[in-house]
């Protein structure tokens, strides 16, 4: 059974168009697709233009709410895939990264992208769990 979730503790997806979160049944497990997240505040204005720290974190605050709110956390993340604009940023998205996944590492994905669909967003980050 799949349940589309869009819950209030974290900013609405962009334009209402798309669901945050989708949670597959899988029995003994349940799968947490998450989708990309760019640093966005309640109204859906950017996050800290320009800069890479004040974006993750915000990113990564979204991720742990949407994870709370179907009572997952960082522990359970499988995959983490990461669309940077500019690769020499690296070092700072891993810094923020590094404070959210504090056990073993997801496997993950990260590559360098022209752009984003907001002008403003320097990085998209998309999430799979499962609990």
Known sequence: MLTLHNPPTTPAPFADRYA?????????????????????????????PGDMTAQATAIFTAVEALLADRGAGFADVVNVRT??????LLAEYAAVRRRFFTGPPPTSTTVEVSRLFLPDALLEVEITAVV
């Open 83 to 88: 669309y940077l604009t500019d690769l020499s």
């Open 20 to 48: 945050n979160l989708a949670e597959i049944d899988l029995g003994a497990a349940r799968l947490l697709v998450l989708s990309g997240q760019v640093a966005l505040d309640h109204d859906g204005a950017v996050v800290g």
